[in-house]
């Protein structure tokens, strides 16, 4: 018999039927090595504790295995998990792994995502990246991991042909283990925590590795200081992607005309709600629409500037449907980078920078435009030993979790 220790015992069972499986004195479930596949997905579902879909059973064993591919106790404090402020280990992420489907070596990249996540001191401010609003706001928004350096390779992340598509078991299940995350130690559950009036299948799964290998431009976590070798994951709480169709343009100024108004209307939050801290638009360049704007001379500053100047809408608009100075009740007013800066024209963003670019996605006339909900900024994590080492491989957590004693 193995005992998982799930993540509470404050969230019970309000369902009239519940799967009868043994369970400690403190209620936990006492998982056996080989369950019943279908009374372990009856227990998690109908205590909250999965998204939906079926888990894989979190037995001491396939833990145990995740956990040698980090180089940190299991019962270390991370930090805490807003809104709900639980204590996030390792073992508490591995299980969640686990339960998503994730391979041992996929746990080292969950693990720093969330730890991007969530908060170093209990009961902390938001952070840039906002996880609490993320998390409990009724917009459509949730944390796009997007991965770079050498571990794309070395765990097959995929950022090529139907990179936010199904099919790839890295993209799907580091997603989902990041989601379940949220739901278990974050307490996201619908209805009760989760605000959100659609949702997203993004909820599911959100993960996608840059194109690295066919962007004519330095990648993402080059340009943000790190080395090619290093491994990162940026987080940005995102929209799901917008196409951006356009086969017949020729020249890369018409290729980001097409990006510009595409982000340029009344419904994207970057625009009405954000200020000089807050609010990304994550523009992602297919490889063919790549070539033809780095033919013509354009680097990612001059992207971004680009979309920020032609991607801005009339201020007259905005005001017509009810964002006016000032203004009381749900929103606040007008933010001040906005009033009479830009000659009665909104900007996407408050900052040009605050325009990411990425190159993803394989052949095809198509690019993608995700908006965030506002009130959140991006943030790079980069993938370390536990004391602060850039791993070239995920394999150098095996090596120094032996070096620590720690098998």
């Not at 879909?53 to 145990?64: A, D, G, I, N, Q």
């Not at 991991?145 to 936010?164: A, D, K, R, S």
């Amino acid at each position: 018999m193995a005992d998982v220790k799930l993540t509470s015992r404050e969230w019970k069972v309000v369902e009239s039927k519940v799967a009868e499986l043994p369970v400690d004195e403190e209620g936990r479930p006492i998982l056996e090595l080989e369950p019943p596949i279908d009374d372990i997905y009856k227990f998690f579902y109908t205590n909250r504790r999965t998204d939906g879909l079926p888990v894989v059973p979190p037995t001491k064993e396939r833990v145990l295995k995740m956990m040698k591919y980090i180089d940190r106790e299991p019962d270390e404090i991370l930090g805490y998990f807003p809104p709900r402020n639980s204590v996030v280990t390792p073992e508490k992420i591995a299980i969640n792994a686990v339960m998503a489907g994730c391979i041992p070596g996929h746990f080292p990249v969950v693990m720093h995502a969330v730890m991007g996540l969530i908060h170093k001191a209990y009961n902390q401010l938001a952070t840039t990246l906002n996880i609490e609003g993320i998390i409990t706001t009724t917009h459509p928004v949730h944390p796009l991991t997007i991965v770079n350096g050498p571990v794309i390779q070395e765990l097959t992340f995929n950022g090529g042909v139907n990179c936010f598509g199904p099919g790839w078991r890295t993209n799907a299940t580091v997603g989902r283990a990041i989601s379940l995350c949220m739901l278990n130690l974050g307490g996201g559950m619908a209805g009760i925590v989760d605000h959100a009036t659609h949702g997203s299948p993004t909820k599911y799964s959100f993960v996608v590795a840059e194109n690295e290998e066919e962007s004519p431009w330095d990648p993402l976590h080059v340009r943000r200081g790190y080395d090619r070798e290093d491994s990162t994951v940026t987080l940005m709480g995102l929209e799901g992607p917008h196409n951006v169709q356009d086969h017949r343009s020729e020249t890369g100024e018409d290729l980001l005309l097409s990006y510009a108004k595409t982000v340029c209307v009344a419904g994207m939050n970057p625009s009405t709600l954000a200020s000089e801290r807050w609010g990304n638009i994550l523009i992602v360049v297919s490889p063919e629409y790549a070539k033809i704007i780095h033919r013509d001379g354009y680097d990612i500053d001059d992207i971004r500037m680009f979309i920020w100047e032609y991607g801005r809408q009339d201020q007259q608009f905005f005001e017509q449907i009810g964002y006016e100075l000032p203004r009381g009740g749900l929103m606040p007013e007008w933010p001040k980078w906005v009033w009479n800066r830009f000659d009665g024209e909104v900007p996407p963003t408050a900052k040009p920078e605050y325009i990411e670019v990425i190159v993803a996605g394989g052949p095809g006339r198509h690019g993608l435009v995700m908006p965030s909900f506002g009130w959140t900024h991006d943030l790079t994590v980069p993938l370390t030993l536990a004391d602060g080492t850039p791993i070239r491989s995920v394999m150098d957590f095996r090596k120094a979790r032996k070096a620590r004693n720690l098998e």
